[in-house]
Every structure is written in C-alpha cells, then in structure tokens.
C-alpha cells in the first residue's frame, strides 16, 4: 500500500483494531465481575450493568466511527464526493458498497454493509440516549455485530486497496 492515502487509512484501521481489542478486555472483565457478583453475596457490588453497558456501547460506537472515517477519506479523497444531510451516514454506507465506473470498486461487500447499518442504528442510540435506557441484549448483540464487522471489512478492505494500489481502479 504506497500510496500515501491507504498508508494513512491503514493506521487507522490499527487504531480500530485496538477500540476492538479494549472493547473485548472490558467486556471480558466486566463478564468476570458479574459472575462473581452472583456468586458471592459480598461482591454484588463489584459489578455495575449501567458501567458495563456505557463502556461497551462506546467502544462499539468508537469502532463504527473509525470504519466510517475511513469510508469517508475514501469519498472526500477519491470519488472526490462526501454525502450531506440527514441521511449522510446511510447514503455513505451505501454509497461505498457499489463500485464507481472508472474510478473504484466497491469498497464494502454486502455483510460488511449490513453490520455497518446494524451498528450505525446502534451508535444513534448510544449517542441520543442516556445509557440508562441501554439493554444489556442489545448492546451484546451489538458488540457481536462489531466482532464480525472488523473482519468482513477487513477482507474488503484489503481486496479494495489492492486493486486501486496494484491494478487500478475499474
């Protein structure tokens, strides 16, 4: 990956990696915390759901935004376009997941465009509610979503950087 845009979406992508990462060492000590909650009537304060659903629900919308600035570095910088308005997140999505006629593949296939969506819902609630009103459900659904979505766009990623970087655009 020479070219200077993809080297800098690609330290951007490890700083994904890492928000995944955090977020997977949270939830794995807040998990331990809760059982030994349940365990032990001495420790049934060690464990906090609102803490534990605030933490993650941010990690997950930490790891929504830094695939979504890359997607958007790929739209100011190549399609030389940046959706605006109201529905700018969803027409990004969307707009990335089809390829532009001489300028550029697709950048997301299908299940990366869908976890995208799924978590992008997510982050609007995160962010536009008050984190008592977050379900420990959903946000392990969600935090499911995202251990799926780094690595469908991941491949997606890779196979759109080598063609733009190797053998051109389409």
Not at 66 to 81: C, F, P, R, T
Request: aromatic share 8%; glycine share 6%; charged share 30%.
């Amino acid at each position: 990956m020479a070219h200077p845009l993809f080297a800098r979406l690609e330290r951007q992508l490890e700083l994904v990696r890492r928000e995944l990462a955090n977020a997977a060492e949270a939830e794995r000590r807040f998990a331990a915390l809760r059982r030994k909650a349940a365990q032990r009537p001495a420790a049934r304060g060690l464990y906090h759901e609102w803490s534990h659903n605030a933490a993650l629900a941010d990690g997950i919308a930490a790891i929504y935004t830094g695939i979504e600035s890359i997607l958007e570095a790929v739209g100011n910088e190549i399609d030389d376009y940046s959706p605006r308005g109201a529905a700018a997140h969803v027409e990004l999505v969307d707009g990335m997941a089809v390829a532009v006629a001489g300028l550029r593949p697709a950048v997301l296939g299908e299940a990366a465009r869908e976890l995208m969506h799924e978590l992008r819902k997510f982050r609007h609630v995160a962010r536009h509610k008050y984190a008592l009103e977050l379900r420990r459900r959903d946000v392990g659904r969600n935090f499911a979503f995202a251990k799926k979505l780094l690595p469908a766009f991941e491949r997606d990623w890779r196979r759109f950087a080598k063609v733009m970087t190797e053998e051109g655009p389409r």
